[in-house]
């Protein structure tokens, strides 16, 4: 791993915080626009469960089912979960702050990734990538097909508790509530 993706990757989650901060505090969200929000951050929700109900980390190479569109559908899912939260903050300034953090961190994150997947899988990797885009989707892609030696994985629930994923939904409807918090706050004192 290069030395700036190593940057990017270990000030990833310290520098969130203070981000999550300074979008609370420049959010003016209204009950319409959090429930907008709050169904594009559902999609991402979806998107993110399809995933993860596929993935077997460390196992194999997933590159069947939502895999074989785009080769990050969480993060993918990530960014429709955090433009749910641009629409709910109701506010350009936190908006353009969640997406300046998200562009400047998942990408080294996905470039990242991609190394320790090259390294542990080789040629079905590079075959799967060769086909594959890195983040957005191809709608009809042109083989759906597992990597050589695999068998197509369909989306479980047990690998879906297993990945943990089910914290992504927890995660959400807490900010939410943080976010209807803020908008009460502010109807309220005019904080």
């Known amino acids: 791993m290069s030395q700036p993706r190593k940057f990017w990757m270990r000030w990833r989650v310290r520098v969130g915080y203070p981000v999550a901060a300074l979008y609370w505090l420049l959010a003016t969200p209204t009950p319409r626009w959090i429930a907008i929000g709050a169904a594009v951050a559902a999609a991402g929700l979806i998107v993110r ?19 074989a569109h785009t080769r990050n559908p969480l993060y993918l899912g990530s960014a429709i979960l955090a433009a749910g939260f641009i629409i709910a903050a109701h506010s350009l300034s936190a908006g353009l702050l ?11 994150v996905m470039r990242n990734e991609e190394d320790e997947l090259r390294e542990k899988f080789g040629a079905a990797f590079q075959e799967y990538a060769a086909r594959v885009p890195l983040y957005f989707p191809n709608l009809f892609p042109a083989a759906k097909r597992p ?24 995660g959400t409807v807490g900010a939410l509530a943080i976010v209807w918090l803020r908008m009460w706050l502010r109807a309220r004192y005019g904080y």
């Open 147 to 170: 990597a050589d030696g695999q068998t197509p994985q369909d989306f479980s629930w047990q690998q879906y508790r297993r990945n943990r994923e089910y914290k992504a939904l927890i």
């Open 98 to 108: 969640v997406a300046v953090y998200f562009c400047m961190f998942y990408y080294a």
């Open 49 to 67: 469960a399809a995933a993860s109900g596929q993935l077997r980390k460390n196992e194999e190479l997933a590159t069947s089912g939502i895999y």
